[in-house]
């Protein structure tokens, strides 16, 4: 068990029980150490669909708390999330952009409504099954990696406001997965197997397509090669994420190789997208980007060096930051929210929208909202991912 409040001193700890297997066990290690344990299941989604599993997961985690003896509270905060993080993921597409609204919605709502609803409650902590550790010591939290890294979420809540990760227990953390289903499956919870979820959070499993278009008007428009010839036509900018292969409906043309087409920037003022066969063409490299809505975790200087992650599951590209933006006068720590990142080496698909994340080894130093980002080596990118963001800023 990693280093937590002692039991006695802890008061009531409320885990969220998804009905998965993570916050299961989440509940079992504080109630074996001696915590008074009670847990909650939140719906953030009110359409009630083929897709929709929040009334099998709610009995997953009515059976799990059962076993347990521990009382469940049940809240919906659909509205919330419709307002706080359904909206901002319209706009951002809208714009271009690609948004990852799971990082929204551990800010605004699972630790953000949810953690006011938990103190109303009248618990001290909120733990969740996340794969994060936190470390406390001289009076201040850091949020650090977990020891399973390819189930690490560090991430997903590197924007959790300081003070709601100040009353936060991730009891996993120090756990790889296969320990956490054998541990389950020891206990008897009825979920020891049950699969992962994935996809973004209220859309599951259903035809991302389908689901954008019901919200969003989609406006066709020419795909084009880095030559500007018009090779085919997308059904709308917002469908299409940079380096994305499968889906684009690009065929074969004459003298073009038989290989497969990457999408690598958006023309928005063209309503234009333009896409490279080669997966390693400069279009899709990026070697400096901007950030914004920045929030730091830890103390950082004017400027450093680091790792980060521009996207989940990608290990951490080394960078120097220069916190601050030279046209907006923000001081050297930051007080106008922004960074700029220089990478050693080229990565491929900085997308703008997406959340960079800033590591010291294995702490998480913060992160925020990808904005600009340029290939300083070829101009043509420059040209291009300006383009992106000119429109989305």
């Keep these: 068990m990693p280093s937590f409040p002692a039991p006695q001193d802890a008061g009531t700890v409320i885990v969220g029980m998804s009905g998965g297997v993570d916050s299961a066990v989440s509940a079992l290690l504080l109630q074996e150490a001696g915590y008074s344990v009670q847990g909650l299941f939140m719906s953030n989604w009110d359409d009630e669909d083929a897709y929709c599993t929040a009334a099998e997961d709610f009995q997953d985690a009515r059976r799990v708390s059962e076993l347990l003896g521990i009382p469940l509270h049940r ?114 919870l009825p979920v020891f197997d049950k699969p992962d979820s994935t996809g973004i959070c209220f859309i599951g499993e259903r035809p991302f397509e389908e689901f954008l278009g019901g919200y969003l008007k989609q406006t066709p428009g020419p795909i084009e090669d880095p030559d500007g010839q018009v090779i085919g036509e997308h059904r709308g900018l917002a469908l299409v994420t940079l380096g994305q292969r499968s889906g684009l409906r690009v065929g074969g043309r004459a003298g073009a190789l038989a290989a497969p087409w990457y999408a690598a920037a958006k023309d928005q003022r063209r309503n234009a997208l333009i896409v490279v066969q080669d997966p390693g063409h400069p279009l899709l490299l990026s070697d400096r980007f901007e950030v914004e809505d920045v929030q730091w975790l830890d103390e950082v200087d004017g400027a450093f060096s680091c790792g980060v992650k521009t996207r989940y599951r990608q290990g951490d590209l080394a960078c120097d930051v220069r916190v601050g933006r030279d046209d907006r006068g923000g001081d050297e720590r930051g007080a106008d929210g922004t960074a700029r990142v220089t990478l050693h080496a080229p990565a491929r698909a900085v997308t703008p929208g997406q959340y960079a994340v800033f590591y010291q080894g294995d702490t998480c130093l913060g992160g925020g909202v990808i904005a600009r980002c340029v290939n300083s080596m070829v101009a043509p990118v420059i040209a291009y991912n300006s383009l992106i963001s000119a429109e989305g800023s």
């Excluded at 359904?86 to 919605?105: K, M, Q, S, W």
């Excluded at 560090?154 to 406001?161: A, D, N």
Aim: proline share 4%.
């Design 75 to 188: 809240v919906s905060f659909a509205a919330e999330y419709r307002a706080r993080v359904f909206a901002h993921f319209l706009r951002e597409y809208e714009a271009g952009r690609t948004p990852n609204p799971d990082v929204l919605c551990n800010r605004e709502i699972k630790f953000g409504v949810c953690l006011d609803y938990m103190h109303r409650l009248g618990a001290s902590w909120i733990a969740t099954g996340h794969y994060a550790q936190i470390r406390r010591g001289a009076g201040r939290v850091q949020l650090v990696k977990a020891v399973d890294t390819a189930k690490d979420q560090s991430y997903f809540l590197h924007q959790v406001r300081p003070e709601a990760m100040a009353r936060t227990l991730f009891p996993i953390g120090h756990l790889r997965k296969q320990e956490v289903r054998r541990r389950a499956h020891a206990a008897g």
